[in-house]
C-alpha cells in the first residue's frame, strides 16, 4: 500500500513538473532536425544547469537563468526524443524535444539481389534503399527514390517509388540481353550503383565440328548460344570426348570468344562427343578426313 | 633403495635400446637417418648393391650414390639428380624416402635383375617410384646400372595463349552495410549415393558448378541416426576437384570409417562454394584413358598441358560408372613430375580389386597446380 502510494506521488510530481515546464521557466522548441542550430528559452534568475538527455547524446550547460541558451550546428544529431532537465536556484523544469531526422538525404544503404540474374526473368531483380541524412539518421518522412536499370545494350528500366518509414523496396524484370546491368537507386542528389550480372541460360544447341590435321583432329564447337540468342559467357567448360579403341581421351577446354576449340590424336573409326554441364553435343565418328 | 633401482633399470633399459637401434636400424631409419658411409654395407651381393644406392639416394647424398654407379659414364651427375628430383619443381622436389622394397627378378654369376620399389613421402601422401635395375659384377664388387630417364625439354619457342580468367572485387572496409559482397556461385549435386564398405560408410557422388563464374568448392556430409543424431561428420578433403570452373563436374568420395550403412537413417550434404578468382588455363588433355584389370587393376592414361605454362602438380581424378551410370568409385592419384608443355605425363590411378568388375564406364579429371598460381 505505501508502495502504491509512493509511486503515485511520483507520477503526480513529474505531471505538476512537466506542465510547470511547458508555461515556466524553460521554453523549448518541440521539434528540430538533427544537426540545426536551436536555441532554449529560460526565465527567472540565477544560476542553473540544463540537460538534454536523448539517444546516444547527452549536453549539459551552466546557465543564467533568463538568458536565451543556444546550440550550435551540429550539437544535436541524432535523431529520436530527448529530455530537456533545468535544474537550479529553485528551478526544476523539464520538457521534451523531438529531433528528427535532416530532411535532405546523404547516404544510401542500397541492398540490391542476386549480383548475378538469369535473363528476361519477370522480378528477377529486387533492390532495397535505406535512405540516411549527414548524420546517419533513417530519414522517415515520406521520400522520392528512382530505381533505374542501365543495360549493356544501352536500354534502360526507371520506377519511382517513395519511402515509408525510411525504406523503399522494388522488384524489376531483368533484360533478355545479357551482360552487366548498373542498377542505380537515386534519392535526392545521392546515387548508389550495384551491378547486376544478366546471364544466359544452358546452350541450345551444342554443335562441333572437326578436321584433320596431321595426326591430329582439329575440334571446334559453333558458337555457343542460349535459347534467346545469348552468348554462353566465356569460361564455360565444353568437355571433349573421343573413344577409340576401348580407350578414351578427354580434355575440358573453356568457351573463349564464344566457342571452344581443341586438338586430339587422330584415330580411325573414333567416335567424339561433345557435352557442357549436363548438355549433350552431336557425336562425330572420325573416318580420317 | 626401490626408486633408485626403479632408475637404474629405465637408464639401463634406455642405453639397451639405443645400442640395438644403432646396431640394427629399421630399413626407413637406415633411409632417413643421415649417418656415414661406413654405416653402408659392403656391396658383396646385388641386393646390397642396391640397398646402398637406394639409402644413399634416401639420404639425399646423390653424390655418393652416383659415383657408387656402374654406368657413371654414361650420364652426368646433374643429370643423374633430375632424374631424381626433376627438373622443375615437382612432388619429386621435397619427398623424404619412407621406405623401398627390392624384388630380385634374376640372378646370375655376374648379373642380376633387381625391382626396387621406393615409396617417397609428400604432403599429398606416398608415391611409388619403382625402378629395374641391372646389377653387374666388377673385380668382385656388385654395382648398380642405373636406367636413367631423362625428363623431356621443351624446346624455347613462344605459346600464344588466350589467357582468360577472372578477377573478383570484394566489399571493401569503407562500404556501407547495403554493399554485400558478390553471391556464391550456385552449385548442384547431381549424383550422390552412399555404399557400406570397408567397415565404414563411403559417400560417392558428383557435383556441378551451374554458374558463370569460378568456384571454390567443398563438400561436408553427415550421416544421421534414426533419432536425427549426428553418428559422424566428414569432407571429401582432397578426393574432389576444389577449383570448379562454369559447368563443369568434379567427383567426390566422403569416407565415413567404423560405421555400418544400416546405422544410418539419412545423410545431410552440404555443398559449399565461394567465390575466387580463377584462370580458364592451363588447359590439360587426357590421352590414352584405358581400364587395366586384374591383377592390378587400375585407370591409366596420359596428362597433356595444351598450355605453355608449367604445371608444377596434377592431381587426377577418376569417377567409375557401372553398366546403369551409376557411380560405383571414386578414385584418384598425383603425378610426381612436372607436367611441361606438350609433353605427355602418365598417371595410373588404383581401382579397387573387387569393384573392377563392375566398372563399365569412367571419367577423368585434372587439377592442377603451378607454383604461380591455382588451377
Redesign the interface.
Known amino acids: 500500500m505505501r508502495t502504491r502510494l509512493t509511486c503515485l506521488f511520483v507520477l503526480l510530481c513529474l505531471a505538476s513538473t512537466c506542465m510547470l515546464g511547458a508555461s515556466g521557466a524553460l521554453q523549448a522548441p518541440g521539434r528540430i532536425e538533427a544537426g540545426n542550430p536551436f536555441s532554449i528559452a529560460t526565465s527567472g534568475s540565477g544560476k542553473a544547469v540544463l540537460y538534454i538527455v536523448g539517444p546516444q547524446q547527452v549536453l549539459k550547460r551552466e546557465i543564467q537563468l533568463g538568458d536565451n541558451v543556444s546550440f550550435d550546428r551540429g550539437d544535436l544529431h541524432n535523431a529520436g526524443l530527448y529530455l530537456i532537465v533545468l535544474a537550479g536556484s529553485g528551478v526544476n523544469e523539464t520538457a521534451q524535444l523531438q529531433v528528427v531526422a535532416h530532411h535532405q538525404p546523404a547516404e544510401l544503404s542500397f541492398l540490391a539481389k542476386p549480383s548475378r540474374a538469369p535473363v528476361d526473368q519477370r522480378d528477377g531483380i529486387s533492390g532495397v534503399v535505406y535512405v540516411f541524412d549527414t548524420f546517419q539518421n533513417l530519414i522517415l518522412q515520406p521520400m522520392p527514390v528512382e530505381f533505374r536499370i542501365s543495360e549493356a545494350s544501352g536500354g534502360t528500366e526507371t520506377r519511382n517509388e517513395s519511402t515509408h518509414n525510411g525504406v523503399v523496396w522494388v522488384r524489376m524484370n531483368s533484360a533478355p540481353k545479357s551482360g552487366a546491368a548498373q542498377f542505380l537507386a537515386t534519392a535526392g542528389a545521392v546515387t548508389e550503383k550495384r551491378v547486376i550480372q544478366q546471364i544466359p541460360g544452358d546452350p541450345c544447341h551444342l554443335r562441333m565440328t572437326a578436321k584433320s590435321s596431321g595426326q591430329q583432329i582439329v575440334l571446334e564447337t559453333e558458337p555457343l548460344r542460349d535459347c534467346s540468342g545469348n552468348a554462353v559467357p566465356d569460361g564455360t567448360i565444353v568437355t571433349f570426348t573421343e573413344s577409340y579403341n576401348g580407350k578414351q581421351s578427354t580434355v575440358d577446354v573453356p568457351l573463349k570468344r564464344d566457342v571452344a576449340k581443341t586438338e586430339l590424336p587422330a584415330h580411325e573409326g573414333a567416335v567424339i562427343s561433345v557435352a557442357t554441364g549436363v548438355v549433350m553435343g552431336n557425336e562425330i565418328r572420325w573416318g580420317g578426313k | 633403495m626401490t626408486a633408485r633401482l626403479l632408475a637404474i633399470s629405465i637408464i639401463a633399459v634406455t642405453i639397451l635400446l639405443v645400442a640395438v637401434g644403432t646396431i640394427w636400424p629399421v630399413p626407413s631409419a637406415r633411409a632417413m637417418a643421415a649417418y656415414s658411409p661406413r654405416f653402408l654395407r659392403p656391396s658383396s651381393s646385388p641386393q646390397a648393391a642396391v640397398q646402398n644406392v637406394i639409402e644413399q639416394i634416401g639420404r639425399h647424398d646423390l653424390h655418393a650414390a652416383y659415383e657408387s654407379l656402374a654406368n657413371k659414364n654414361e650420364f652426368t651427375e646433374p643429370e643423374f639428380s633430375r632424374d631424381i628430383r626433376g627438373t622443375y619443381f615437382s612432388l619429386r622436389s621435397y619427398p623424404t624416402l619412407d621406405s623401398f622394397d627390392i624384388r630380385p627378378l634374376h640372378a646370375g654369376p655376374e648379373e642380376a635383375s633387381i625391382r626396387a620399389i621406393m615409396h617417397w613421402a609428400t604432403v599429398v601422401g606416398i608415391f611409388d617410384d619403382v625402378r629395374d635395375l641391372r646389377v653387374t659384377r666388377s673385380a668382385g664388387k656388385w654395382e648398380v646400372v642405373w636406367p636413367l630417364v631423362k625428363e623431356p625439354r621443351v624446346p624455347p619457342q613462344v605459346i600464344p595463349v588466350?589467357y582468360?580468367r577472372?578477377d573478383v572485387i570484394y566489399r571493401g572496409p569503407e562500404d556501407?552495410?547495403?554493399?554485400?559482397d558478390?553471391?556464391s556461385p550456385h552449385v548442384r549435386i547431381?549424383d550422390m549415393h552412399p555404399i557400406d564398405r570397408g567397415g565404414g560408410v563411403v559417400l560417392l557422388g558428383e557435383l556441378?558448378n551451374?554458374?558463370?563464374?569460378?568456384a571454390y568448392v567443398t563438400v561436408k556430409a553427415s550421416l544421421l541416426a534414426p533419432n536425427g543424431f549426428a553418428l559422424a561428420t566428414e569432407d571429401a578433403f582432397d578426393k574432389i576437384s576444389h577449383i570448379l570452373?562454369?559447368?563443369?563436374?568434379t567427383p567426390f568420395r566422403i569416407d565415413f570409417r567404423n560405421i555400418r550403412l544400416s546405422q544410418v537413417d539419412s545423410v545431410r550434404i552440404q555443398p559449399a562454394s565461394s567465390l575466387i578468382a580463377a584462370s580458364?588455363?592451363p588447359?590439360?588433355?587426357?590421352?590414352?584413358?584405358?581400364l587395366l584389370s586384374l591383377p592390378d587393376p587400375s585407370l591409366k592414361?596420359q596428362l597433356v598441358n595444351?598450355s605453355g605454362q608449367v604445371v608444377n602438380i596434377a592431381h587426377v581424378l577418376g569417377t567409375l560408372y557401372d553398366n546403369k551410370g551409376q557411380v560405383v568409385w571414386v578414385s584418384d592419384s598425383y603425378v610426381n613430375r612436372a607436367v611441361l608443355p606438350e609433353t605427355p605425363v602418365p598417371f595410373r590411378i588404383p581401382i579397387p580389386a573387387d569393384l573392377s568388375a563392375k566398372v563399365s564406364n569412367f571419367?577423368?579429371?585434372t587439377s592442377t597446380y603451378s607454383s604461380s598460381r591455382f588451377q
Open positions: 588466350n582468360l577472372w556501407d552495410w547495403g554493399t554485400s558478390v553471391e547431381v556441378l551451374e554458374d558463370v563464374v569460378p570452373l562454369p559447368k563443369q563436374v580458364a588455363d588447359v590439360i588433355e587426357i590421352q590414352d584413358q584405358s592414361g595444351q571419367r577423368v579429371v
